[in-house]
């Protein structure tokens, strides 16, 4: 996500911006920039890398009071000095800072550009500050309020004008906007770190509501026009709390942020008629039926992504899938030709392991299409088509909402691939993305349900053996939550298909040995039942995970952990968020370092 940091006072805005920005550097950026006002000018830097390379751009003398600053994680276009916020108009008269994304912002674009406004950069946000610059005629607060109604899309804005200097415009619409209430100043910030230094008292800005901040006042108006009084709140939280948003760590941030990243996902990628749009991808149905081949290719849990990615594409298209590990693909000699399609999944975009084997690929001919969380990476760059999974900067090194968002674009392409070919019936599509709209509310419902689980940790984190099992897409799904365990909690785990239990494994199932039973798949439900009952039979304790109306796999249970009911194709988006918070809490009752676990990095950059 985007940092956005304004400042309107009696002091210098410069270094309250630059320090603003530098306390944002945890939400994951590639560049910054600074727009400030001197004696009615803008002055515009920009840069991309690191905030010290935009600190020593600056001259130290600069001096205004009046200023906006960002933080750019790129959604549209590459990361780079010209796509850097602020983002301003031709004449340099109106910046514009921005944390979101503008949905119909190509159209704004050509209509634009059909009136002679000439773009710089690849981005959206320019569209706004071209935008405003067009619709103003001496009254900022008018211009931001009638360029608003040409935008679709989530905005957090902060906005200068050269001619207006004593006041800053913020507007927020589904991207987070807070205001700083300071003595003789004001802030406007994406987040609270970022004026935590100089103030505590905060006003929280809800959608469509517009402020106008001079350096005594901050008047809101909520989106009727009228004028509104917000609660003033008071942050509790110290500065290391308040970059996880008040979570205690990274990881449980990021585990509650699923519904959110999965929500924006579902907007971006469904339409209002419920299609599904995958936005500059080019797979076209000849594409699809010449594949002669379709591989996956990943590491770690974007493997696991993958393996789920199988089933569903094999499920809707029935066309053959093979999932491959990125260490092995590469020295495997596969068998890749112009007709094979390549399909690498990567949080970070810069697994080495993953990112060879794309390169052997391409040089044989296939066709690369990757599914990537960090814009801009190497894998993204190096792809034919790149799917972005939106799911703003992943810090804990356990992968969590990328994991979900990433299966989620496995089910949307597999049903697009399906829909393109007609291998799947227009009312079991219609069927699939009405329950995929559900998910979001489903995950939260279980995130709802954490003290249970938490209890249970209680119970098992001194645990040094615990295995996972399931059936179908449960054991993909164990194979996760039995990663997710091992990397945080350093508990000895491993999944098995429970089909595979009595050939060989259940010999190390002794009295009280936790077993983790995924068990969400109503068609296998009974053999699951069965699986329960042999490690019963062993004395071995029983973890289930099954879906909330099947109650008899509480009578040979020990702890039981309900998902809410969807297609059982749907339910891997479901049953990893119960075990994505059983490893957080073992791990935070064992002590550890949740958010950097011992010998992890969150991107594996060599062999
Ligand atoms: C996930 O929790 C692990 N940190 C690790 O397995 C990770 O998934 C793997 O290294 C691949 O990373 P990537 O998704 O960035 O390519």
Same mark, same amino acid.
């Given at each position: 996500m985007c940092g956005i940091i304004g400042y309107i006072g009696g002091n210098n805005a410069v270094p309250a911006i630059?320090?603003?920005?530098?306390?944002?550097?945890?939400?994951?950026?590639?560049?910054?920039?600074?727009?400030?006002?001197?004696?009615?000018?803008?002055?515009?830097?920009?840069?991309?890398?690191?905030?010290?390379?935009?600190e020593n751009s600056l001259d130290v003398n600069l001096y205004s009071n009046i200023g906006i600053g960002h933080t750019r994680w790129a959604t549209h276009g590459e990361p780079s000095e010209v796509n850097a916020h602020p983002h301003f108009s031709t004449d340099k008269s109106i910046a514009v800072i921005h944390n979101g994304i503008i949905e119909n912002y190509l159209e704004i674009k050509k209509w634009l550009e059909s009136e002679n406004v000439r773009f710089v950069s690849e981005t959206d946000t320019e569209v706004i500050a071209h935008l405003i610059s067009y619709n103003y005629n001496g009254d900022l607060e008018e211009a931001v309020t009638e360029s608003?109604?040409?935008?679709?899309?989530?905005?957090?804005?902060?906005?200068?004008?050269?001619?207006?200097?004593?006041?800053?415009?913020?507007?927020?619409?589904? #991207?987070?906007?807070?205001?700083?209430?300071?003595e003789g100043e004001n802030f406007i910030a994406s987040d609270v770190p970022a004026i935590l230094k100089n103030t505590k008292n905060v006003v929280y800005l809800d959608n469509d509501d517009m402020a106008i901040l001079t350096k005594d006042e901050v008047v809101i108006y909520n989106g009727n026009g009228d004028r509104v009084e917000k609660d003033i709140e008071t942050i509790e939280w110290d500065m290391e709390a308040a970059e996880k948003g008040g979570y205690p760590h990274f990881t449980i941030k990021e585990i509650n942020e699923q519904p959110d990243g999965i929500q924006k996902v579902i907007d971006r990628r469904i339409n209002d008629s419920g299609k599904i749009v995958l936005d500059g991808i080019n797979l076209t149905k000849k594409d699809i039926e010449k594949l002669s081949r379709i591989y996956i290719v990943a590491c770690g849990t974007s493997y696991h992504a993958g393996l789920v990615g199988k089933y569903v594409i094999e499920k809707f298209t029935k066309l053959p899938v093979q999932v491959e590990i990125g260490s092995e693909f590469r020295y495997k000699d596969p068998l890749i030709d112009e007709n094979t399609l390549i399909i690498t999944v990567?949080?970070?975009?810069?697994?080495?392991?993953?990112?060879?084997?794309?390169?052997?690929?391409?040089?044989?001919?296939?066709?690369?299409?990757?599914?990537?969380?960090?814009?801009?990476?190497?894998?993204?760059?190096?792809?034919?088509?790149?799917?972005?999974?939106?799911?703003?900067?992943?810090?804990?090194?356990?992968?969590?909402?990328?994991?979900?968002t990433q299966m989620l674009t496995f089910y949307l392409i597999a049903l697009f691939m399906a829909d393109e070919i007609n291998t799947i019936e227009k009312e079991k599509y219609n069927e699939i993305v009405n329950e995929i709209k559900k998910i979001p509310n489903s995950i939260q419902n279980i995130l709802n349900d954490n003290e249970k689980i938490y209890e249970i940790a209680k119970k098992q984190f001194n645990n040094e053996k615990i295995f996972f099992i399931g059936r179908g897409l449960d054991v993909e799904i164990s194979y996760e939550a039995s990663l997710k365990l091992k990397e945080i909690s350093y508990i000895n785990s491993q999944a098995i298909a429970a089909g595979e239990l009595k050939h060989g494994t259940i010999a190390l199932i002794e009295k009280e040995t936790l077993v983790v039973a995924i068990a969400t798949q109503d068609r296998l439900y009974e053999k699951m039942l069965s699986n329960i009952k042999e490690v019963k039979a062993r004395k071995?304790?029983?973890? #289930?995970?099954?879906?909330?109306?099947?109650?008899?796999?509480?009578?040979?249970?020990?702890?039981?952990?309900?998902?809410?009911?969807?297609?059982?194709?749907?339910?891997?988006?479901? #049953?990893?968020?119960?075990?994505?918070?059983?490893?957080?809490y073992m791990s935070v009752l064992r002590g550890n370092d949740v958010d950097k676990p011992r010998n992890l990095a969150k991107s594996v950059t060599v062999e």
């Open positions: 630059i320090d603003g920005l530098k306390k944002l550097e945890y939400r994951g950026y590639d560049s910054s920039g600074i727009a400030i006002n001197i004696d009615d000018k803008l002055v515009i830097e920009k840069k991309e890398g690191r905030i010290i390379n935009l608003l109604k040409r935008l679709r899309g989530a905005y957090a804005l902060g906005v200068i004008s050269k001619d207006e200097p004593d006041k800053i415009i913020a507007v927020r619409k589904d #991207s987070p906007l807070v205001i700083g209430l300071g990567s949080q970070s975009g810069e697994t080495l392991d993953t990112l060879q084997s794309l390169r052997i690929a391409k040089e044989q001919g296939a066709r690369i299409m990757s599914i990537v969380n960090v814009v801009g990476s190497s894998i993204a760059r190096e792809s034919d088509d790149v799917f972005y999974t939106w799911a703003g900067p992943e810090i804990g090194v356990a992968s969590t909402k990328a994991f979900t071995g304790s029983i973890l #289930s995970i099954a879906k909330i109306h099947n109650k008899e796999i509480d009578d040979i249970s020990d702890y039981r952990i309900s998902i809410p009911d969807t297609l059982d194709i749907l339910t891997p988006l479901l #049953s990893i968020v119960p075990m994505q918070l059983f490893a957080y």
